[in-house]
């Protein structure tokens, strides 16, 4: 194929690229897709499921404060109005404890059936008598016409009882929390990736236009943090990039002298990065951030490739003839890398799985375009870089014992620790230290606890499930009482069962009954005798009704607090009970143990969770571990016929152990991410080997691969520095890793991969 045809075709694979990029590319920050997919047990797995997913998803918790009580009230109540306004946005706004609307609610009919009342003379007299305060309080009208249907407040009562409990008090009409005013803001259910961050932005918006002053918003739940992290995420590409950038002017323009080099190493990189891009949103419908960004620094490990092809060309050898001389050891490197990314797919993380496509796309587009398409853009291109000399050789001795040394002192290092790995589940929210302490405070203030100590009851019928959280909740009363916990949430006062609501109905007095009743208890206060008419003639009614189910809570208030609790997935219904407020965890543990009913109804979301980190880091840590035998073997049989070879193998295992090793020291223990980031050490490490091992140079005699490496190595340690200070915890973990191991392969490469000192390798 001639020349001309090649580059149009070339031309069209990134045109289009970019094109279908421009319209469909969907970046995504949550973190559900580094969570297991392939959990044993469908009920932690469902658990796991709606702590990423249920309604507290699009919960936002928001903050006011540094100012004075009325400035705070004021901005609060202007947010609430402002922002319920937006219907189309947001479901609820809540800044005080004040009754909500309930008087067109659709369960209000249904309230005998929903909360336990008493008929007798004594009761009825007694809400009479609260009556008559409120309405010589001068109590709204519309409250005193409630109070006529409903004297008895038994549906107020049983909205108080499914109410937040806000550790946060009221003053000046709004919530306060010492010196802050606090809100919870709903977004729209169904809400996507775009409508979130439109809501947060608009949050923000609103505040901004109501003469905030000195005042300070601070916004948290999972929607910020995912929008948090994904500006974050976005400044450390643009970080990376940037420096990037600049690396390469530099070392195109000081070191090879050419910018048609540079405009080569640039379509190389910015071709692999395009096509990964491209093929992963066309695989998964969606590329998630961290993917993205870890990607793309590691895909700037791609610009190897076309190093080692212009620090091999010269005046005497074309770029084809280059490429000819290396393509062994530069297909090895690759492949090395690629099947170090292949051993983290089918682990059952989508995410590490996407993660790993991105790589092995970009790394093999851009060995494709190194390979196949430099030579032809270089026919008549000829290279005057500066020379590097492969520098001081070692004799056989100190090389073994230097082997030895970073090999086996890392070693002993690390099989001493006790706790080697970190199996916690908070590793994987990738928000700042500062924005999860935030979220627990404004979380415990308001009220809405983490989802973590469950007890879980299923069946599939509905009415069966709901007698078996009676049952859990009869036992749970008893840790109430003993003071173990402060209370457990669960749908039984929200949906009876149909026991409890046919003995409800049974109990509800006649229509005469009532009225004589009630006569009675109005004697001597001031009600005109037929007041409570219509309150009489709505008990009758509701003795009529047909029995409340799960539909009937459709369009009312407390329909999303149900779907948190109650909810039909797989043909099953799945009723949650969430522990608020343990005193005693191991007290909490030892009551739960003793009773079968809770024992086998209780998960610990974290624990859980903790316990398919340490599988899966057990299961990496494995993979690792053999794919570093399979490179060794390989190398052993490698080095068969070529003795030398068998240095190859020593700077990666050293790399390797000694990034680790640095990880201990810091005080951090090793977590998916520290191995995900060994794989990419493993495959530069190998690469660095490779090359130093395949020439065959004297002492002070140029190197080629010398003088790739080393530029190879110096942009990929100061890309993954930016990383490592990223406040994104899962990138900085990942730019610490590499940097140390890069550090290490690189300087370990360079003194036992090289020939080895002998009266031959003298000049």
Known sequence: MKLIYKNILFFIVVAASAWYLNSNLLIVSNIEQ????????????????????????????????????????????????????????????????KPIEFKDDVLLKYRYLLHDNNFDVDSLRHSFEQFLTAFTTNAPSEFIDYLLTDPQKVFLNYLSLNQVKAIAKDKKGVWFINDKSLLMVQIQEKADIVQKDLAIATIQKVFAASSPGSAQLLLSGPSVVAAETRANIKNTIQYVSLALAMLMLFIFVFVYRSSYLLLLAVITLSTSILIAMTLTQIIFGQIHGIVLAFGITALGVCLDYPLHVFSNTSATTSAAKAVKNISTPLKIGALTSVFAYISLMGTGFDGLTQLAIFAIIGLLSALFVSIYFIPLWMQEKKINKKNVSVGKLLPLTPKILISLLVVLLPATFLLQQDSLFDTNISQLNPASAESKQLDADLRQALG?????????????????????????????????????????????????????????LANLPSKQTLQDNISLAIEGLPFKKNAFDVFADEVDFSKTMTLLNYQNFKESMLEEKLQSLLFFQNNTWYSLIRVVDIKDIELFNKQVNSSSILRDSYYSISTEAGSIMNDYLKETWARLLIMLLLLFLATLWFSYAHKKRIWIIIPVFSGVLISLSFQILLGNSINIFHLLSLLLVVGLGFDYSLF????????????????????????????????????????????????????????????????TLTTMSKP
């Not at 019928?461 to 003071?483: C, G, H, S, W, Y």
């Not at 003088?707 to 990929?716: D, F, G, L, R």
Request: hydrophobic fraction near 40%; charge should be positive.
């Open 692 to 755: 130093f091992n395949h020439e065959n140079k004297k002492i002070n005699e140029v190197s080629n691969s010398a003088h790739a490496i080393i530029i190879s190595a110096t942009t990929t340690i100061i890309t993954f520095s930016i990383l490592a200070f990223s406040n994104v915890s899962i990138l900085s973990s990942i730019g610490q890793i590499v940097v140390v191991g890069v550090v290490a392969c690189f300087i370990i490469s360079k003194f036992i991969s090289t020939p």
């Open 34 to 97: 580094f969570m297991p997919n392939n959990v044993q047990d469908k009920n932690v797995k469902i658990l796991i499921d709606r702590s990423q997913k249920g309604p507290f998803a699009n919960l936002v918790l928001v903050q006011i404060s540094e100012s004075n009580d009325e400035n705070l009230s004021r901005l609060s109540q202007i947010l609430k109005s402002t922002l319920e306004k937006k219907t189309g946005i947001f479901d609820s706004v809540i800044n005080s404890s």
């Open 448 to 504: 809405v606890g983490e989802v973590n100590h469950i007890f879980l009851t299923s069946d599939e019928e509905l009415d069966a499930v709901l007698k078996k959280t009676q049952t859990v909740q009869r036992d749970l009363k008893n840790l109430i009482e003993k003071r173990i916990i402060k209370g457990a949430i669960g749908v039984d006062t929200l949906l009876p069962s149909k026991d409890i609501q046919k003995y409800r």
